[in-house]
């Protein structure tokens, strides 16, 4: 089925340890982004990619870095991983950066960090 | 930063009662999204709003945009236990960039 692919999909860190979230998108999409959501405050931006070969920060950057490795994938890496990024994260494709556009949701990665 | 407010945090109704949420924003938008996630699932999009005082239904769910394009509403009709998940709006002032709200939390009980 066509969509956005999320791995892995459940990951415990301790704290200072470093991980990459990957995400895949069959859709032919442009755009791609990676969100965290933490209870009672919606879908925050970390960093998003308008199109290949460019990434951007968003709202809440600070302690992560994005690779778009090509149309498809747009991975994302915690360095030094810290309690406060226990959150669930998901990754997001549109047709393009306009907002006109709909998003669509990969089933996200609970990530927990102790 | 621009945001977009929404209410209420949490909503309980009982099957069958009707459900509105609601979201503002300060400043005029350029459009809005809506946004459904089912409990332990993924936001997964619902409609668009661009033209002020557009008025957009689907099925029981009916999506309003207010005239000065500064709020907009989702108003369900006879909830269902299908419709138990979290409403997100999503405003974008610029066309380029877009905020989600907090979310309202609907609960239904059979």
């Known amino acids: 089925n066509a969509g956005v692919t999320q791995t892995p999909k459940f990951q415990v860190l301790k704290t200072g340890q470093s991980m990459t979230l990957q995400c895949a998108q069959d859709?032919?999409?442009?755009?791609m982004y990676w969100y965290r959501q933490d209870p009672g405050m919606g879908l925050r931006l970390i960093y998003y990619s308008a199109s290949e070969g460019t990434t951007d920060k968003g709202e809440v950057p600070n302690g992560y870095n994005v690779s778009r490795l090509n149309k498809r994938e747009f991975s994302l890496r915690l360095e030094s991983a810290a309690p406060s990024q226990t959150s669930v994260y998901f990754c997001?494709?549109?047709?393009?950066?306009?907002?006109?556009?709909?998003?669509?949701f990969g089933s996200g990665t609970r990530l927990t960090v102790v | 930063g621009q945001q977009v407010m929404q209410i209420p945090q949490y909503q309980h109704v009982q099957e069958g009662e009707d459900f509105t949420t609601y979201c503002n924003s300060s400043t005029t938008l350029s459009n809005i999204q809506w946004y459904k996630q089912r409990p332990g699932g993924h936001p997964v999009f619902l409609i668009q709003l661009v033209k002020s005082g557009e008025v957009k239904k689907q099925k029981r769910l009916t999506f309003q945009f207010g005239e000065a394009k500064k709020n907009s509403s989702l108003h369900i009709t006879a909830t269902q236990t299908t419709d138990v998940g979290t409403y997100f709006c999503?405003?974008?002032?610029?066309?380029?960039?877009?905020?989600f709200g907090a979310g309202t939390r609907l609960t239904v009980k059979p």
């Open positions: 997001a494709s549109s047709k393009a950066r306009d907002t006109h556009y709909g998003y669509t």
């Open positions: 999503a405003g974008s002032w610029n066309n380029n960039d877009m905020r």
């Open positions: 859709m032919n999409h442009n755009s």
